[in-house]
């Protein structure tokens, strides 16, 4: 997928994105109950660990994430850019009631990988 792809599906998006007004390195997610004519509401956060991250690489990475939500399969291929494997680990699958969360980590393979981002946010339906 080309960066310019992210919203040119022609389905509408049952969810966004936006920059948390929280955190600088954050971005909340959010989703939208009816369609485009409601008002998106807040259902989650992405949050960048890795304080060396160049911003667009992890803003591209949250657009890959709302990207999966929505359904789609053509992500943006990120690894020319980021020279690792990104991972994910669930800590807590939302079953339970609480958010759910997802640890991001990166392996270049020389070492153990290391934390990215977590993503906390309600279980999706």
Same mark, same amino acid.
């Given at each position: ?24 390195? =954050? ?8 369609? +485009?004519?409601? @008002? ?7 949050? /960048? $660990? ?17 990207? =999966? ?8 291929? +990120?690894?020319? @850019? ?7 680990? /669930? $800590? ?34």
């Amino acid at each position: 997928m080309k960066h310019n792809d992210f919203n040119d599906s022609g389905i509408l998006p049952t969810y966004t994105y936006r920059p948390s007004p929280i955190g600088t390195r =954050a971005w909340q997610i959010l989703k939208f109950t009816k369609g +485009l004519a409601d @008002e998106a509401q807040p259902v989650g956060e992405y949050t /960048v $660990l890795d304080k060396e991250e160049d911003p667009l690489l992890s803003e591209k990475k949250v657009m890959n994430v709302v990207s =999966a939500l929505n359904g789609r399969q053509n992500l943006i291929q +990120l690894g020319e @850019e980021t020279k690792s494997r990104q991972l994910f680990h /669930v $800590l807590n699958d939302g079953l339970n009631g609480a958010p759910m969360r997802i640890m991001f980590t990166s392996y270049d393979g020389t070492q153990v990988s290391q934390e990215n981002a977590l993503l906390q946010m309600e279980r999706p339906n």
